[in-house]
């Protein structure tokens, strides 16, 4: 009995079904009413600019909201007047593309809205493109034969991505990558922006922008089930999902990721060793490390450790937080760091829900504002560790390298009362010549003089906010 092969028609028809614009000059319904990400803002100019030859690569986390924000996109262009029939959209994982080459999914495109010879002014979405063989080689053609069309890629699979096109796109891909939702993002999306108002304060004699809340204690409430449940859009959303989070980060986001995505890329042999290192990481999320330890707690090598965290972090499950010393110094070697979930409620789906006075609370609170900073790709914060002390969060000023800046996250009202116990942070402002520093509490929002220094303390809900908006207001 001959084998059934999969007719042109049914590929065109295929196509006609995931550009529904094309009818109706509309995206479909259900993307319509979603709110849209604030990274949306940074992105769109990435696919309006055609100034420059050059492809737009939307890579991040799984189930961060890169499809909605392309549909997004395909929106924002129909509202500005691009004719919906010159907006493409492929899903590339679709069964009925299969071994379909980009090239010619775009000439089935033009097919199919009956302009095949009009090759120019298109924008072309290709989604979830990691799983086409030599994707990166065959974008740059398309970059470099058509020169009048945008063309947009997305993917799962983000160790990969960046990982091609850093080898093949140079020159001719521009990055973005969409992270796992700041805080300031989670009370956005969830319509709570009436919780916070801007206010102004005095910094080094000049005034400044910063943010207040009306009530602290629901911002809190909200900031623990960020904590929770607030790195993914769906996840924050659904009631029903935060009742199992584990069924559906783990599965979904973690496993796949653990199991599919890293070892197809690396070649990774051992995928239970691998699991076992990152669910030992998550656990202990903020907690120092050095890789002998590691080494001596699972029996892999430290070569092979290296190789694992280096993974991980491609693979956007984990950041590594260098340390430097009393003076502000980085070491010759890293032989010490720190190592932070890149959002919280990855460990929460591994294990279970804090609760805000969990003995975990404190690493957790520390991890969700480690977060907000690892959105910044133009500065790595670091932490500072000595034999007798140790300061959370220091920023170094790039051409001096001097430390400017010195945060102690703590979920705790108690150090308000007694500064004096705040002796590491005395001790490294001191050394540094710096005259105040940030301690996070639970809900105290006051400054104060101790001694040579002033000391802001800032709820952690509102401090990992801030972070988060001003991200976006900077990038």
């Not at 929106?75 to 691009?82: A, F, H, K, T, V």
Request: proline share 4%; aromatic share 14%; with cysteine.
């Amino acid at each position: 009995m001959p084998l059934f092969e999969i007719t042109e028609e049914q590929i065109l028809n295929r196509i006609r079904f995931e550009n529904p614009w094309w009818k109706d000059g509309q995206i479909d319904e259900f993307y319509e009413s979603m709110n849209r990400r604030l990274y949306f803002s940074k992105f769109l100019p990435l696919v309006m600019d055609k100034r420059i030859k050059r492809a737009a690569v939307l890579m991040g986390p799984r189930r961060v909201g890169k499809t909605v924000m392309i549909y997004h996109t395909i929106q924002e262009l129909i509202q500005r007047g691009i004719d919906p029939l010159k907006i493409c959209y492929l899903s590339i994982e679709t069964p009925v593309f299969n071994g379909i080459g980009i090239e010619e999914l775009f000439s089935y495109c033009r097919k199919a809205v009956g302009k095949k010879d009009d090759i120019n002014d298109y924008y072309v979405f290709f989604d979830e493109v990691q799983y086409l063989k030599e994707w990166e080689v065959h974008l740059k053609s398309l970059v470099d034969s058509y020169h009048r069309t945008k063309f947009i890629v997305s993917g799962s699979a983000a160790a990969a991505l960046k990982l091609k096109s850093n080898e093949s796109g140079a020159g001719r891909f521009t990055d973005f990558t969409l992270p796992p939702l700041t805080f300031h993002e989670y009370i956005h999306l969830k319509d709570l922006d009436n919780l916070i108002y801007p206010n102004t304060k005095i910094w080094n004699n000049k005034e400044i922008k910063v943010y207040d809340t009306i009530d602290i204690g629901e911002l809190n409430n909200h900031f623990i089930d960020y904590i929770n449940f607030g790195g993914y859009p769906e996840v924050s959303l659904s009631k029903e999902i935060q009742a199992n989070p584990g069924r559906y980060i783990k599965s979904d986001i973690i496993d796949k990721v653990l199991l599919r995505d890293l070892p197809s890329l690396y070649g990774i042999q051992d995928v239970q060793e691998l699991n076992s290192l990152f669910t030992t990481i998550a656990f202990n999320s903020g907690n120092e490390f050095s890789y002998d330890s590691l080494s001596v707690s699972s029996g892999v090598s430290k070569n092979t450790i290296k190789k694992y965290i280096q993974y991980l972090e491609a693979a956007f499950l984990i950041r590594v937080v260098n340390r430097i010393d009393l003076n502000g110094k980085k070491f010759k070697r890293a032989n010490y760091f720190k190592i932070y979930l890149t959002n919280p409620s990855l460990r929460s789906a591994l294990f279970s829900p804090i609760k805000s006075d969990a003995d975990l609370m404190g690493n957790m609170v520390e991890t969700a504002i480690y977060s907000q900073w690892f959105h910044r790709h133009w500065h790595t914060p670091f932490y500072s560790r000595w034999n007798k002390g140790e300061v959370d969060i220091v920023g170094i000023k790039k051409d001096t390298l001097k430390p400017l800046w010195a945060v102690e996250i703590k979920w705790s009202n108690r150090y308000f009362d007694k500064p004096e116990e705040l002796k590491s942070l005395s001790t490294f402002l001191n050394k540094n010549k710096l005259k105040r520093a940030i301690v996070t509490t639970i809900d105290i929002n006051k400054e104060i003089d101790f001694k040579d220094y002033i000391f802001d303390y800032i709820p952690s809900s509102l401090y990992c906010y801030t972070i988060g908006k001003r991200t976006l207001e900077t990038d």
